[in-house]
């Protein structure tokens, strides 16, 4: 337990070696701090809902029994992740979201693939719900109260033995001294930091899930670099946080990564794109391991190769959506894909034969036209 006294100074609580406070504590003083206290599962204040023993992604790992009846409240990549996961492990799991659709982020029929998948496997999905309270009756009945926002406020009734609350996570910026200094939180509830991770106070850094504006793991690490060399050596060089091309990815079946602009943002930003796709059903390798089913889809500018985002759904998704990551990162076009060679048969052709369906889709007709002119007077 840590709390910051000073711009230059952290008393920390000793404990013993059984892990118990000793009740004595311990400053540590330093010319730099990193705030990285990262967020925790955001729990709603539901009626009823504090008196049904919440499971969150912090505690789920603590059950050593199966429930029999699962109610996860919540769509997004947690809950999705987690709905599968206990319904392949037997559980009847019904999962609540108060949207139209799950995975809200992605594309209407990237959504609607994972949740055929759920549905094929017996999740029960209440989408268009919204939690209203939770109640208990008698010693072992709990009933989720739910409404439907889709037919005029009806309400249904959802009987359940646990719930788990996937409703996303708040950074932790209390208790550890940050009210003291008067360190700002913005209105995203995230500690306020410029573009080189620096508080109001230029010594003391944040990053990961407390700083923003990304919660996952690879940004986090990616935001730790630039705060420890900033703070190692920021009086001869700093660097600003790079968040031009952050991918990230779902792991439920079929798995979902994405880097960049979808459709739906390009839309919504006013954005000129083409669209080009190529299904993984095609893919000698998919098929061959029976896991042919998903979609490669690449986003560009219309009548250039630049890739502005791309969402990939299948086996090893997130995996192979680093090849997209590095080509975004550094400026390398769709051509350029597919100039390289990839090994026969992988998944990651998938990535390759995409590029070629862009290509197909831009052939230089007038060129084809003077070659077929020149082949033919070759021939004569």
């Not at 991770?197 to 996952?216: E, K, R, S």
């Not at 790079?242 to 779902?250: F, G, L, N, S």
């Not at 000698?284 to 889809?297: L, N, P, Q, W, Y």
Request: aromatic share 8%; with cysteine.
């Amino acid at each position: 337990q840590a709390r910051i006294t000073s711009p230059w100074s952290v008393e920390i609580q000793l404990r013993d070696e059984s892990g118990q406070p000793t009740g004595e504590t311990r400053t540590l003083t330093t010319r730099n701090i990193v705030i990285a206290t990262g967020a925790q599962p955001l729990v709603p204040p539901i009626p009823g809902l504090d008196e049904m023993d919440v499971l969150t992604s912090d505690t789920v790992w603590n059950l050593r029994e199966l429930p029999d009846r699962l109610l996860v409240l919540g769509g997004g990549p947690i809950g999705c992740e987690l709905s599968q996961s206990f319904a392949r492990l037997g559980a009847r799991v019904t999962q609540v979201e108060m949207g139209p659709r799950l995975m809200s982020r992605e594309d209407p029929e990237i959504s609607e693939r994972v949740m055929a998948r759920f549905r094929d496997e017996g999740v029960d999905l209440r989408v268009n719900h919204k939690a209203v309270r939770f109640e208990r009756r008698g010693d072992q009945t709990k009933v989720l109260i739910a409404e439907r926002v889709d037919a005029g406020g009806e309400t249904v009734e959802i009987e359940f033995d646990a719930v788990l609350c996937a409703l996303g996570r708040s950074a932790r910026v209390s208790g550890f001294g940050l009210e003291d200094l008067e360190i700002p939180v913005g209105k995203r509830r995230t500690v306020e930091v410029n573009e080189f991770l620096q508080t109001n106070y230029p010594n003391i850094y944040a990053a990961g899930d407390v700083a923003g504006p990304y919660q996952f793991t690879h940004t986090a690490a990616h935001m730790a670099w630039f705060a420890a060399v900033n703070a190692l050596f920021g009086r001869f060089k700093k660097f600003r946080v790079d968040y031009r091309v952050i991918p990230w990815a779902t792991f439920t079946e079929p798995e979902v990564a994405r880097v960049g602009l979808n459709e739906t943002e390009a839309k919504e930003q006013g954005i000129a794109y083409e669209v080009t796709t190529y299904g993984i059903d095609d893919l000698d390798r998919a098929i061959a391991d029976g896991v042919d089913h998903g979609v490669v889809k690449i986003l560009t500018p219309p009548g250039k190769d630049r890739i502005l985002g791309v969402t990939l759904v299948g086996e090893h998704a997130g995996d192979l959506i680093a090849e997209f990551v590095l080509a975004m990162k550094h400026g390398l076009g769709l051509k350029k894909l597919l100039s390289t060679i990839h090994i026969y048969p992988t998944l990651a052709e998938s990535n390759k034969y995409a590029a070629g369906e862009w290509q197909k889709a831009h052939v230089p007709h007038k060129l084809l036209g003077w070659v077929q002119r020149y082949h033919d007077w070759e021939r004569s």
